[in-house]
C-alpha cells in the first residue's frame, strides 16, 4: 500500500471524527442544560468545560490535517497547511496540536479527581465552585502550554531532519513541503559513527512524559479510592449511591477510552525512536486515533448515565411518556454525599 493513501484514511476520519464528536458532544451538553439532568454543580461545569474543548480539539486536528510518520530515528509529527503562513506562525499552529494532548490528559485527571472528593471528602467540593473552578482550568490551561513550548523550544528543527522531512514530504506523501510543517521527536545523533544523546530533547520527552504519568495516576489514584467509597455505601442514599455508580461506571468507560485511544499508543510512538521500531506511515494509526477519541469519549455519559439513557431512547422512539418518566426519576438524585447536619446545603454535582 501507497504511503500516500494514510492522506485520504486521515481525511476520511478527520471529517468523521468531527461529525461525530459535534453530535455526541452537542447531545450531552443538551440534556445537561435541561431542568432534570442528574448531573448538576460543578461536575457539571467540568463536563461542559470537556464537551467544548473535544469538540474544539476536532476542529483542530480537522484544520491542521495532521500526520504523523516514524523515519529513520525520528518522529514526525506533521500539519498540512490550507494556505501560506509565516514559518514562526506555522510552527506554533503545529506545537499547539500537541498541546492539546495535554489539555486531554489534564482534563481526564480533573474529572476523577472531582468525583473523588465528591464522594470521599465532600466538604472539599467547594474547592470546584464558583471562581475556584477557574482557577482549575487555568491550571490546566498552562500544563497544555508547557506541553506546547516543550515541544515548540525543546525539539528544534535541524539541518539532518530537514532532509529526513523534504524525503518524506516528496516520496512517501507528494505533498508540497512549503505547505507542511513538522516536529522531530529525536533522541540521539550519529556524529561520525558515536550514538549522541540530545540532551535537549531528552528534557523534552521527559517534561511529556511526567504530564502524562502524573495525570494517568491521579486517574487511577481517584478512580479507586472513589470505587471503595462507592462499595462501602458510607452516607449515601440508595438513589444517592445509584446515580454515584453510574457515574463512576461512565468515568471508568471514560478512561478506558483514552487509554486505548491515547496514553498507551502515545507512550509506544515516543518510544519508537528510542529503540529504532521503524514504523514508517503506520504511525498514523495515532493520527486516526486522536481523530475519533472526542466523539467516542462523550457516549460513556450518554449511554451508561440511566436519566440520559431512557431520555435517548425515547426521543428516538418519539414516546414523551419515557422523557417525562426519566426526568421525574433523575431530580431526585443526588450525587455527593450528605454533609453532617451542622453543615449547610449539600453540595451537589
Known sequence: MSDAVWIQVTNTTGTFGLVLSISSNCTLLALMMCKMSPVKGAYKNILIFFCAFTMFYSFVELFLRPIIH?????????????FEMSA???????????????????????????????????????????????????GAFCVALSWEAAAFFL????????????????????LDPNFVDYVPYRYFENDEGVRRIIMINIVGIIQHVIIMAISFGTLLYCAFKTYSTISQHK?????????????????????TIPTI????????????????????????????????YPGVDPLAVLFLITAYRKTLC????????????????SQNYEVTPRRPRSSTVSPRI
Open 70 to 82: 516514524i523515519y529513520d530515528d525520528t518522529l514526525f509529527v506533521m500539519q498540512r497547511k490550507w
Open 88 to 138: 514562526m506562525v506555522s510552527h506554533l499552529t503545529t506545537t499547539m496540536y500537541c498541546g492539546c494532548y495535554a489539555m486531554s490528559f489534564v482534563l481526564f485527571a480533573l474529572q476523577f479527581l472531582y468525583r473523588y472528593v465528591a464522594t470521599c471528602k465532600p466538604l472539599y467540593t467547594d474547592l470546584f465552585q464558583g471562581v475556584r473552578f477557574v482557577f482549575w482550568i487555568f
Open 155 to 174: 525539539f528544534p528543527q535541524s539541518s539532518r531532519t530537514q532532509k529526513m522531512f523534504l524525503h518524506i514530504v516528496k516520496h512517501s506523501y507528494g
Open 235 to 255: 452516607g449515601m442514599s440508595v438513589k444517592t449511591k445509584e446515580l454515584q455508580m453510574q457515574l463512576f461506571r461512565a468515568l471508568v468507560v471514560q478512561a
Open 261 to 292: 485511544f491515547m496514553y498507551i499508543p502515545l507512550l509506544f510512538l515516543y518510544a519508537c525512536p528510542l529503540f529504532n521500531f521503524q514504523l514508517g506511515p503506520l504511525a498514523n494509526y495515532q493520527t486516526i486515533m486522536g481523530q475519533l
Open 314 to 329: 425515547s426521543l428516538v422512539c418519539l414516546r414523551p411518556s419515557t422523557w417525562r418518566s426519566s426526568s421525574t426519576d
